[in-house]
C-alpha cells in the first residue's frame, strides 16, 4: 500500500480553522452536534481555506432536512452521519446528490454486514469506536469487511499509533480519520503534533 495516498481526514475543528487548513489535510470535519463539546455552532462561518481541503459536517441522527438545509448553507462537500441514521436517510440524501461518509461504531460483536443496504448510497464508511471518545477497537475486525465502499480508519489515533498503522493492510482502506488524541482542548488543535504525524504517516 501506497501510505503517500492515503487521505488525512482531520476532524472536530473549532478553533484555527485556516491554521490548520495550512496543514494540508484532506478532509477537515466539523461537528454539528450541540451535545458535542467540539459543536461548531449553527451559526459557524467557514471562512476561505488554503488548499481547499474538502469540507465535511458532522451530524449525529439530525432531521435529513436539517443536514440537507446545513449542507447547502456552508457549502460543504461530504456529510459524515455519525449516529444510527438508516439507509433511508442516506437515500433521501443521495437523491438530493449529497455525498455521504456513514460512520459506524465497531466493537467484536459488530457484523460487517450491517453496512450492506448502505452500501448504494455512501462514498465511504467511517469504522470507529465511539466518536470523540479516545478508544480504539481492534483493527484486526476489519478483516471481515470484504464490501467494495472505501473506508477511513478511525478510533482514538494518536502519534504513537504510526508504527501499528504501518502493520495494518486492508484493500479498501482510504484514508485516517483523527481527532481527540490531536487536541489540546476539545475542538483547539495541537498544530505541532499534526504536523508531525501527518509528515510521517506520508514518509511510511
Known sequence: MNYKNLKIKI?????D???????????????????????????FFIPLL???PIKTGIFVNENPKNIFKIYIEKKLDYVQLHGNESPYVC??????????????KVNDLFSMKKTLNYVPFCSYFLFDNNGGSGKKFRWEKLQEYN???????????????LKKIKKFYHSKIFGIDINSKFELYPGKKNKQMLKEFMKKIREI
Open 50 to 52: 488554503k488548499n481547499k
Open 11 to 15: 476532524c472536530g475543528i473549532k478553533y
Open 91 to 104: 437515500e433521501f440524501l443521495f437523491k438530493k446528490k449529497v455525498k455521504i461518509i456513514k460512520s459506524f
Open 147 to 161: 464490501f467494495t465502499t472505501p473506508f477511513f480508519l478511525s478510533g482514538g489515533i494518536g502519534i504513537k499509533d
Open 17 to 43: 480553522v485556516k491554521e490548520i487548513s495550512e496543514l494540508n489535510p484532506d478532509f477537515i470535519g466539523f461537528i454539528f452536534y450541540s451535545k458535542s463539546p467540539r459543536f461548531v455552532g449553527y451559526n
